[in-house]
């Protein structure tokens, strides 16, 4: 009876030690350096990039619907709205380059929701990084798209005759404003990423979002042609002064209110989009 009695006892108190010599040996290891927000960004941002290298089919997008964009209202609908292509370009190019920057901002929300339906979203909810980590690393990954949409619309107009009065400095200045905007506008499709059910939805709740908005604004046409109550809402449209602030810089005679309005709502969109999408991705 004391032998059988004793052997439970024994067994407890070698698994007590076991334990205090697996604390003793985890707490002995020195713990890794805590990834800062900046680190933590930066890796979900070349993340982003490494996607499109993996599935290069992603950059036809940025590449060949500006082209075909370009192309096709240039040669189509110059002559007939402005009496000829060359002026026509001179016009179409800036509002061009808005406008395909601006649809690639959609894809914003549906890459979201891709790694959401996916369960990936889950898997970075558990990492010991900063939380919105992933949400502004892929952002700042979607800028180098924005940036490579809008380079190649500039190399296709200059090839097409397209000559910026204020040279590379006012294109630059105005690739910079509109990436700026386009990512205040991100924020807004990647709530709608985190909010709707799948990729589709989130695609087509975006283009109905965006399309009528840079149709009915002056990237293809003057206003002044337009009925008075529909030039009224074209005016205050953001787009068509981000449109109007863009030529103003290419051409080397932008006005400082233009460009002060585009960066005001750029980070109104931020201040509000921003807190409410990293709202959503806590909450799961």
């Known amino acids: 009876m004391t032998e059988r009695s004793e052997t439970p006892t024994n067994a407890a108190t070698s698994n007590l030690a076991d334990e205090a010599a697996v604390r003793t040996a985890i707490s002995s290891v020195a713990r890794p350096p805590t990834v800062s927000a900046s680190s933590s960004a930066l890796t979900f941002a070349w993340r982003g990039m490494l996607k499109v290298k993996h599935v290069p089919e992603q950059l036809l997008d940025v590449t060949i619907t500006p082209v075909m964009f370009v192309l096709m209202f240039t040669y189509l609908f110059g002559g007939a709205i402005a009496g000829s292509t060359a002026e026509y370009l001179d016009y179409i190019l800036p509002g061009i380059l808005v406008m395909s920057v601006l649809f690639t901002t959609v894809y914003s929300g549906v890459a979201l929701n891709t790694d959401l339906t996916k369960g990936v979203v889950d898997r970075f909810r558990s990492l010991p990084i900063w939380r919105p ?10 800028s180098v798209r924005y940036l490579l949409s809008g380079t190649v619309i500039i190399v296709l107009g200059v090839a097409l005759g397209y000559r910026p009065g204020a040279g590379i400095v006012g294109v630059l200045a105005a690739l910079a404003l509109v990436v700026i905007f386009a990512f205040g506008l991100s924020w807004v499709f990647t709530t709608l990423g985190l909010v709707l059910r799948t990729p589709n939805a989130v695609m087509n709740a975006g283009f109905m979002g965006i ?74």
Request: charged share 15%; glycine share 8%.
């Open 133 to 142: 980590a992933p949400l502004v690393g892929s952002l700042l990954g979607d």
């Open 211 to 284: 399309f009528p908005l840079t149709f009915l604004s002056n990237v293809f046409v003057d206003p002044d042609t337009l009925p008075s109550g529909l030039e009224a809402f074209v005016d205050v449209n953001p787009i068509s002064i981000l449109a109007t602030a863009s030529r103003g810089l290419m051409e080397g005679d932008a006005e400082r209110s233009d460009i002060v309005i585009v960066l005001a709502v750029a980070a109104a969109l931020t201040a509000v989009f921003a807190p409410l999408t990293t709202r959503l991705y806590r909450k799961g």
